[in-house]
């Protein structure tokens, strides 16, 4: 296998070898569904190629809750088939694919009416870790529990204590979204995928009815542009909520619509919650969730139709208001808007047509091959991207008329997991060796896995990468670094939005890291001063428009102050 870098060099080979010959498969869209598709392409044999118009997970897959999760409100739903298949799926993330990018973690569920509720609650949270068992890889978790008010205000003191009469307390599993999204197209360049970010799909290649390539423009303005002629036997769509608009590329209707949802969550300190455990409310549309998050919490989300700008989705004031009314609603000590640290809005891809409110619509997913050489697939959840991918290049099969091995993607850990939890029984020894604290190498290793020993080689020639930055002390220098020479990153923002999460865990919303981090990135990425003042620049610009947004009363203002900061290079 190759080496799993994605650095500069990397990615002008990988478009010069996609334009050189013919591809069996080409994905385009990096998100969760198309990097797990390329990683179930290229592990079946297929020469695959991968492209994004902008950075890995810049879409959806990097604002979703960070739940890998059944999805226990859609046993209410009967959903018992999408349920099974997703729970099997955590499972499948924990214990053998990701263990060291997807976690345990706990949720209690606060009961408000005596008698029935207790009842009809718990045999759903019983319903749920049967299914979960029965699955085959669901013992890794603990089973859920029945607590009385009492033990459940020990356990999260920061409830009210009129807010419930007992609880329940179970099990989910959650993950950083970009960063396994990042991992998935890391493991499919290893096995042989060719893979490049800002590299946009501007029209696809047709003979006659059928689709035999597209035409990909760099539009990264560091590296020269330039245009290219992908030659693919099949390709697969895998864009989200831009598939409608992929798919008028080729001139033709679609079979189905994608529809999309906006949901925003909060970012809060830690301190502002008193709670050893995450929480799940019933909303009068929804369900929200307060989830545990390193040194903060996330609290969300909202459930919204949205019809405009689908690259940066703007949180409206409402929005905020909305969140925090609700879990107000429970808390002893509320939060107010000065708590909140970080705001992000993301656009779920549901399949339109199946009913008029987005939070009924299903994530089941569709796969179909709308014309020769052409599949698209969209809808379904995160948790189940593995099971879209299969699907998605199980069509593409049928169409490329040879026999092709069936997926092996069940068994395919992704990069860093193998030796992960070795590491991780050696972490003292480790920090002995290299001199950083045990808390960093748990860090490291809880993001890297076994790819962490790149980091410490970083560190190893350069001991100045191994101290903290300066205003965002959870992330080390060495990590800035390695974001650009081995995982991807062109810009300012692809690190602190999602290589790290600074841009949501500081107050300052990452500009007092900018510089630095900037700085950090330049030699790798070959920009000179004025460059970096251009990416600094651009990243409070950003931010400032964010801000804004979040001051509008509602989603058409929020929409145009979040329009005030451009792209640092135009998708064009």
């Known amino acids: ?101 997807v976690k345990p973690v706990p949720f209690l569920y606060p009961l408000q009416h005596k008698g029935w509720e207790r009842w009809y609650a718990g045999s759903g949270v019983a319903l749920y870790d049967a299914m979960s068992v029965s699955s085959g890889h669901g013992r890794g978790l603990p089973m859920h529990r029945h607590l009385s008010r009492k033990r459940a205000l020990r356990v999260a003191p920061a409830l009210k204590k009129d807010a419930l009469v007992g609880a329940l307390q179970y099990y989910d599993a959650q993950m950083d979204d970009a960063r396994y999204v990042t991992t998935l197209v890391r493991t499919a360049s290893q096995y042989g995928a060719h893979v490049a970010n800002r590299a946009r799909v501007v029209g696809f290649l047709r003979e006659g009815e059928r689709v035999v390539g597209a035409r990909v423009r760099d539009i990264d303005g560091t590296s020269g542009g330039g245009e290219y002629e992908v030659r693919a036997r099949q390709v697969v769509n895998a864009t989200g909520v831009w598939t409608d608009d992929t798919q008028a590329l080729i001139g033709e209707r679609g079979q189905f619509h994608v529809r999309a949802s906006k949901g925003i969550h909060l970012v809060v300190p830690k301190d502002r919650i008193h709670s050893s455990t995450g929480l799940i409310l019933r909303t009068e549309k929804s369900v929200l969730f307060v989830i545990p998050w390193g040194r903060h919490w996330i609290v969300g989300t909202t459930d919204t139709d949205w019809d405009l700008d689908k690259a940066h989705p703007a949180a409206s004031s409402a929005d905020i208001d909305y969140l925090l009314e609700h879990v107000n609603s429970v808390l002893a000590v509320p939060l107010t808007r000065d708590d909140v640290q970080g705001v992000y809005a993301g656009l779920r891809p549901l399949l339109a047509g199946e009913s008029d409110a987005t939070s009924k619509l299903s994530r089941e997913h569709t796969v179909a091959h709308p014309v020769p050489g052409l599949v698209v697939v969209a809808g379904g959840k995160y948790t189940t991207y593995r099971v879209m991918a299969k699907d998605a290049v199980d069509e593409a099969v049928h169409g490329l008329d040879q026999r092709v091995a069936e997926c092996v993607t069940e068994d395919v850990p992704l990069a860093g997991a193998e030796g992960y939890r070795a590491l991780w029984n050696a972490r003292a020894r480790i920090a002995a060796r290299t001199g950083i604290h045990t808390v960093r190498v748990e860090h490291l290793l809880n993001r890297y896995g076994s790819l962490t020993e790149e980091l410490l080689e970083l560190i190893a020639r350069d001991p100045s990468l191994g101290d903290p930055l300066s205003a965002a002390d959870d992330y080390l220098r060495a990590e800035v670094v390695y974001a650009a020479s081995h995982e991807g990153a062109r810009h300012l923002d692809d690190v602190l939005t999602r290589r790290t999460r600074i841009s949501i865990e500081t107050f300052d919303r990452g500009t007092r890291s900018a510089r630095e981090c900037a700085e950090l990135m330049a030699p790798v990425l070959g920009w000179d001063k004025e460059h970096i003042a251009k990416e600094v620049e651009h990243y409070e610009k950003r931010v400032e428009a964010e801000r804004e947004s979040q001051r509008q009363p509602d989603d058409l203002t929020a929409d145009a102050a979040r329009l005030g900061a451009p792209d640092i290079v135009p998708i064009q």
């Not at 990096?30 to 020469?47: F, N, S």
């Not at 739940?67 to 499948?92: S, T």
């Not at 993330?93 to 060291?100: C, D, G, M, Q, V």
């Open 1 to 101: 296998m190759r080496t799993a870098t994605l650095g500069p060099a990397e990615r002008a080979e990988a478009l010069a070898a996609m334009a050189e010959r013919e591809l069996d498969v080409l994905v385009v869209g990096a998100g969760v569904v198309g990097a797990g598709t390329a990683l179930d392409a290229v592990t079946r044999g297929l020469a695959t190629g991968l492209v994004e118009a902008r950075d890995w997970a810049s879409g959806t897959s990097s604002r979703s809750s960070k739940l890998i999760h059944g999805g226990l409100r859609y046993l209410e739903m009967l959903d018992f088939a999408l349920v099974r298949e997703a729970l099997k799926e955590r499972g499948l993330l924990l214990e053998r694919l990701a263990p060291h990018l």
